[in-house]
């Protein structure tokens, strides 16, 4: 909105031309998104406490010390997805259509995990939405996603062919089967932020840490000169998420200066699923598919432990570890949640580093 106000104007006043650099929006976004976030942030968790006072935000399956958390409010991912929003929609190209692709996927899944939060928090009891209903929406989510990018796109380089990290040449073409491979991506990564939300703090530390990767990302990637240095593909107009990314680090920061141990406060699926199926769209639209397994490695081994332990039991009738998602394997074996936190966080960054120095190493 701003950009779209004041941008015009550079022509009789030379100031405004700063409003066509996507380095300087995104950094204003980021700090609009943090300032939403502490501004609004006391606000909405007295408003959580008032409206869901008897909290059954806490898991069915998890260790006994949880319970003592029983009281802390959830549904805190409204405060992300407002922090994300409104930021975006004043300092991005509102002309772009992947701006409002990720935008709509983002508030879906966001609507999903809302659904699915209001039903245990208003019916104590009541495990909300079943996991093949989650799925269902999460998939329909994700179709109408891979169906408006392939309808819409603004680059050719939005093919069936997918680059391999570290290897300048390898770009397999998977044919009809990349339309299921980009659902998978944005499901599967929705899915995978909602298991690594168990902790606090835990997930959103690697969600900060993933979403300035992509930043980075995104802004090689809609920049030509840079596309073509480093061998990645070029997208047109993807360099316009990079403001979007600016949005979801600064709320995501902002979320966790009220979730940082001792929470104060818990995202719930509303905030989980979405930010795992924007992170999945931006992967997606960037054409890093692969690098977000690498980037986002925490995710990929919190969704593997319990695909593991599930199989595990079912074939063998015995449990690969105490209990999954693997940081509660971590808790039972005596680690105090901080450390398991940090090192986690730790981790993450690791991943990141290493899914970055891809973009050398080929």
């Avoid at 942030?41 to 409206?51: E, V």
């Avoid at 069936?160 to 990290?165: I, L, Y």
């Avoid at 081994?301 to 690969?320: D, N, Y």
């Avoid at 993450?348 to 891809?358: C, D, E, K, R, T």
Wanted: glycine share 8%.
């Amino acid at each position: 909105m701003l950009y779209h106000l004041l941008y015009p104007l550079h022509e009789t006043y030379t100031i405004f031309n700063v409003f066509k650099y996507i380095t300087f929006r995104t950094t204003y976004a980021t700090l609009t998104s943090l300032i939403f976030s502490f501004i609004l942030g006391p606000w909405l968790i007295a408003k959580l406490k008032q409206r869901y006072p008897a909290n059954g935000s806490i898991r069915e399956y998890v260790p006994e010390t949880h319970h003592a958390k029983a009281k802390t409010p959830t549904m805190g991912g409204i405060l992300i997805l407002i922090s994300i929003f409104v930021p975006t929609l004043l300092w991005a190209n509102l002309t772009n259509i992947y701006i409002w692709i990720v935008l709509g996927v983002t508030f879906c899944m966001g609507i999903i995990g809302l659904i699915d939060d209001h039903l245990k928090l208003k019916h104590i009891g009541q495990k909300g939405l079943t996991i093949t209903q989650k799925l269902i929406w999460q998939s329909l989510v994700g179709f109408t996603a891979v169906f408006l990018l392939m309808y819409f796109s603004l680059s050719d380089k939005l093919t069936t062919s997918v680059p391999v990290p570290f290897f300048k040449d390898i770009y397999p073409n998977l044919g009809w089967l990349y339309l299921l491979f980009w659902m998978l991506v944005i499901v599967g990564t929705s899915n995978a932020i909602n298991l690594t939300d168990g902790l606090d703090g835990l997930a959103i530390g690697p969600v900060i840490i993933a979403t300035l990767a992509f930043l980075i990302l995104t802004y090689l990637s809609g920049h030509v000169k840079f596309a073509q240095y480093l061998m990645i593909p070029h997208i047109k107009g993807s360099g316009e998420l990079t403001i979007f990314c600016g949005s979801m680090l600064g709320a995501s920061l902002g979320f966790l200066w009220f979730n940082a141990y001792p929470a104060q406060v818990f995202m719930g699926d509303i905030g989980s699923l979405a930010l795992g199926g924007a992170l999945g769209t931006i992967a997606v639209i960037s054409k890093h598919e692969l690098l977000l397994v690498i980037i986002g490695g925490v995710f990929v081994m919190e969704a593997m432990s319990v695909i593991i332990q599930v199989a595990s039991f079912k074939l063998s009738g015995k449990r690969v570890f105490r209990m999954a998602p693997i940081h509660h394997h971590f808790e039972l074996r005596g680690w105090a949640e901080p450390k398991i936190i940090v090192r986690f966080w730790i981790i993450a960054i690791i991943f990141a580093l290493i899914g970055l120095s891809a973009l050398k190493l080929r």
